[in-house]
Every structure is written in C-alpha cells, then in structure tokens.
T-cell receptor, first 113, second 115 residues
Framework: QQQVKQSPQSLIVQKGGISIINCAYENTAFDYFPWYQQFPGKGPALLIAIRPDVSEKKEGRFTISFNKSAKQFSLHIMDSQPGDSATYFCAAPIDNAGNMLTFGGGTRLMVKP | DTGVSQDPRHKITKRGQNVTFRCDPI?????LYWYRQTLGQGPEFLTY????????KSRLLSDRFSAERPKGSFSTLEIQRTEQGDSAMYLC?????????????FGPGTRLLVL
C-alpha cells in the first residue's frame, strides 16, 4: 500500500521542454517531501526537498510546487536536457521520529535531443 | 570519496546460501538505513540504526534477515537461506540525527541475484 502515489510512470520530453512529475499523499503528518533522481545501476541521489508550509522551492532548473489542500506536490524540470534522463522518485518520511522514507513508484524520464 | 559505500556491488548466489553485505555510511552520520529495491519499483524500507541501536524493522524483514551496526559505524546485512524472491538491489543510506534526518544519502547498492 503506497502512501505516496506518483504519476506518470514514464515521460518523454523534447530537449528544452518542461518535465512535470506529480505525487499525491494521504498522511497529513508528513513534514518533508524529498525528490530523488536515480540513474541505471546507481543509488538514488537526493535532488531537492520541500516542507509543507512552503508552496514552492526552486533550485536551478528544478522546482517543487506544493498544494497542501489537495495533498499534492510536483517536480518541474525546466529546460530539460538529455542528461536529465533518469528515474525520479518522490518520497516522504513514514513518521517524524525515525524518518524512514516511503517512496512513490517512480517516473522514468527520457529527454530526447 | 566521502559518500556512502557498499560492498560488494554485485552478488550472485545459489538458493539456500547465506550472503552478507556491508555498508559504510558518511562518517559524521549517526543514522543508517537499509532499503530494498526491486526492478521498476521505488526503494522499500527494511530497517534503521541510530548509532549502534537498531530502532525499527519493517515487516518486510523476515527472520532470515539480520542487520548489525556493532560500533555505530559500518553496518552489515545478512540474508540466511536465500530464496529467489530475495533477488533485488539492497540500498544503504545514512543521515544526520534530528530535524534533517529525512535527508538520506544513498550508496550505490548491492545487486543480489539468487539462482
């Protein structure tokens, strides 16, 4: 039973375009929402994160938008590049003590040159 | 390289054999997590340590699995009597304690194949 539901499962974007990945959650006790990027054969790498009391966070070409009332958050990759082709996971801590992460199912992004 | 390291990177074993994986966290991190990732899925939490204490175990962690972190530094994950269903990537992550514990940094993983 996924506590964080991610969509789409796969995404193809042209170079220079905007990639948008969405996540929905149920547990209102989540207090941080990180995004991870994973290349084939590698471990997930922490990309960017947001707290639920913030509506948007931007780091370079990566932006997280947060909609607390809808219990949704999304990752936007501006000016997408072929090097961004990877699998992206949204996540949230299962509880606020141990901070064990629960992950979405992942979105496989392909950026075409 | 001062990131999380894991050893071995790949392991092929026969069903019924025991295997052990090692994780070396980022040196100043006192939390260490183990996750399992199957193909096409997100990582699933298995267990975590704060220093040498194992504080939480997932229901996914059957009694064939055991993890240790004897001196609060590196950790080992042992799987006894491996089964084909154990084939997966085993990921280790570490973090600081406190309000940034959610910021977990992952190692490259150990890919296990049980024949």
């Amino acid at each position: 039973q996924q506590q964080v539901k991610q969509s789409p499962q796969s995404l193809i974007v042209q170079k220079g375009g905007i990639s948008i990945i969405n996540c929905a959650y149920e547990n209102t006790a989540f207090d941080y929402f990180p995004w991870y990027q994973q290349f084939p054969g590698k471990g997930p790498a922490l990309l960017i994160a947001i707290r639920p009391d913030v509506s948007e966070k931007k780091e370079g070409r990566f932006t997280i938008s947060f909609n607390k009332s809808a219990k949704q958050f999304s990752l936007h990759i501006m000016d997408s590049q072929p090097g961004d082709s990877a699998t992206y996971f949204c996540a949230a801590p299962i509880d606020n003590a141990g901070n064990m992460l629960t992950f979405g199912g992942g979105t496989r992004l392909m950026v075409k040159p | 390289d001062t990131g999380v390291s894991q050893d071995p990177r790949h392991k092929i074993t026969k069903r019924g054999q025991n295997v052990t994986f090692r994780c070396d966290p980022i040196s100043e991190h006192n939390r260490l997590y183990w996750y399992r990732q199957t193909l096409g899925q997100g990582p699933e939490f298995l267990t975590y340590f704060q220093n040498e204490a194992q504080l939480e175990k997932s229901r996914l962690l059957s009694d064939r699995f055991s993890a240790e972190r004897p001196k609060g530094s590196f950790s080992t994950l042992e799987i006894q009597r491996t089964e084909q269903g154990d084939s997966a990537m085993y990921l280790c992550a570490s973090s600081l304690n406190g309000p940034t514990a959610w910021a977990q940094y992952f190692g490259p993983g150990t890919r296990l194949l049980v024949l």
